[in-house]
């Protein structure tokens, strides 16, 4: 019997096969070109681009640098990048996950082993032979035998009594995956541990742009601060002078109150820059797994915000999908989508398995371990579905439309991608312009203030002009110094609509 067995075993695994649809990687369809570098080089005839500066702000023909926070040339930065991929907290979740994703998969492998259990029992058993004896009528014959039937009838009390049972042994059983049900299962679990790892190198990304846009609006915070205690000291210079001109008859009262207001203003917006400060640095004790407060003494002293590199490489729209995390994550989702099709058309198929037993059998314990107490089974078990009330049919169905979804969705992803990229890419551009209009209208409120300022003390013009001219000056470097952090954080929203910062990161991809 095994000699035949065996070949068949062969030619049955020989002619395995995987049921339904093998993954095909989708393509991302990229166009060949920014949109926002092709509307800036082939401006429409009612929109003017006074500068033109983008395609000088940005490179195609290079990819963008996975750790791009390092052009910022920023220490600190680069410390509280590497502290916060080191211990945040979310990050570290994200991790766990991908470790029980791989356990999933390992789960879904063992499906295709043989399974060895081991086993052992001990029962007390009535069998139930007397009343059939009885209904037989063998005591009846028994006892028409005489003085001879005693011995006779206490075998027979003897074979009815309850009995005994010791067994012990182990089981056997190997699913031959016919049809390719546990490799469609392991190819979904390892589909599923592709996306858990790109679901933490996703979260990596957004990190690292968070840290560095809550330094940038620290930074920025300390900056606006710093300018607004310089216009007090300015606007101090001017009330004391005001004062003194008051007194000598040159000035009225009024004038006095109006510098005073000037100053009192100013001294008002302290307090919001204050707050904007402490919670910055919350955040980033937080985002680095600490707790608020801890990195007050490292970042309260005053720093300048991360200054722009003159070119930034960008890279062209067809490698997008393989740098950007989320559609990565949206392709393993695919992927795994489509091997559960398989997993579901293979429940349609016999399960075919090769069983076995081995064991000992006695009615007392000391006697499991004789060789007269062996048994032993082996044989195939086959198992096919005829009738489950259209369920088998209904499960293909549902996972052929999961796997619909799971393709829109990675178009979807795409998509928003390509979106993410040329929003950042418009928002640095115009920032940039505005940047640059910014410093020109410093410049030229600066030159108002003191010419202002010297008609004043030469009594050509009221010391409304002056206030005039303070006030202008002193809200253009409030902007200037806002749209300096918007440049910056514009910036980083290029990066990480890029989708750098997760390669070559520890743990990024084999954590």
Not at 132 to 141: E, F, N, W
Not at 438 to 444: C, N, Q
Not at 473 to 478: D, N, S, T
Request: charged share 20%.
């Amino acid at each position: 019997m095994s000699k035949r067995l065996i070949p068949l075993l062969f030619s049955m695994l020989a002619g395995a096969c995987s049921v339904g649809p093998d993954f095909t990687p989708p393509d991302a369809q990229a166009p060949d070109n920014w949109h926002d570098l092709q509307r800036v080089q082939n401006p429409p005839d009612d929109m003017r681009f006074p500068h033109a500066s983008m395609p000088s702000l940005v490179a195609t023909n290079a990819d963008p640098d996975p750790r791009w926070w390092r052009q910022f040339n920023d220490t600190t930065l680069d410390s509280l990048v590497d502290r916060a991929a080191a211990g945040n907290l979310d990050l570290k979740s994200a991790v766990l996950r991908i470790a029980a994703a791989r356990e999933q998969a390992v789960v879904s492998g063992a499906q295709g082993l043989p399974q060895l259990s081991a086993n052992a029992s001990y029962k007390r058993e009535q069998l139930g032979l007397k009343g059939l004896l009885q209904s037989q009528g063998v005591y009846d014959k028994v006892n028409a035998l005489g003085p001879n039937s005693a011995s006779v009838t206490g075998a027979l009390n003897s074979l009815t009594a309850p009995v005994s049972l010791f067994q012990d042994g182990f089981d056997a059983s190997w699913e031959l995956d016919l049809f390719g049900r546990v490799r469609r299962s392991v190819e979904s679990a390892n589909a599923q541990t592709e996306s858990a790892i790109e679901n933490r190198n996703d979260a990596l990304v957004s990190l690292e742009a968070e840290v560095a846009q809550t330094y940038s609006q620290l930074r920025g915070a300390q900056l606006l601060k710093r300018i607004t205690l310089a216009e007090i000291d300015s606007e101090q210079q001017i009330l004391d002078l005001t004062r003194e001109q008051a007194r000598v008859g040159l000035t009225s009262q009024s004038d006095v109150e109006s510098a005073t207001a000037q100053v009192g203003s100013l001294q008002a917006q302290l307090p919001q820059f204050d707050a904007q400060i402490a919670q910055a640095m919350n955040g980033l004790a937080v985002l680095t797994g600490s707790a608020p407060g801890a990195l007050d003494e490292e970042l309260e002293a005053p720093g300048a915000v991360p200054p722009v590199p003159p070119s930034v490489p960008v890279g062209l729209p067809s490698t997008l999908a393989r740098r950007r995390p989320d559609i990565r994550r949206a392709e393993s989702d695919l992927h795994a989508a489509t091997a559960e099709i398989g997993v579901a058309v293979a429940q349609m198929y016999p399960d075919v398995s090769l069983t076995g037993t081995i064991g000992t059998r006695a009615t007392q314990a000391k006697y499991l371990a004789h060789w007269s107490s062996l048994f032993w089974t082996a044989g195939p078990s086959i198992s096919l579905p005829i009738f489950e009330g259209g369920a088998l049919r209904a499960n293909v169905r549902i996972a052929k439309a999961q796997a619909g979804q799971a393709a829109l969705q990675y178009r979807s992803t795409v998509l928003k991608a390509l979106q993410d990229v040329d929003n950042a890419l418009v928002s640095y551009r115009t920032d940039q312009d505005r940047r640059e209009a910014l410093t020109r209208t410093v410049e030229a409120n600066r030159i108002s203030l003191q010419l202002a300022t010297d008609s004043y003390r030469k009594g050509l013009v009221s010391f409304i002009t002056v206030l005039d001219a303070e006030r202008q000056l002193a809200g253009a470097r409030e902007q200037l110094a806002q749209s300096t952090v918007s440049v910056t954080t514009d910036l980083i929203a290029v990066y990480k609509a890029l989708g750098g910062g997760w390669q070559g990161a520890p743990e990024a991809a084999d954590s």
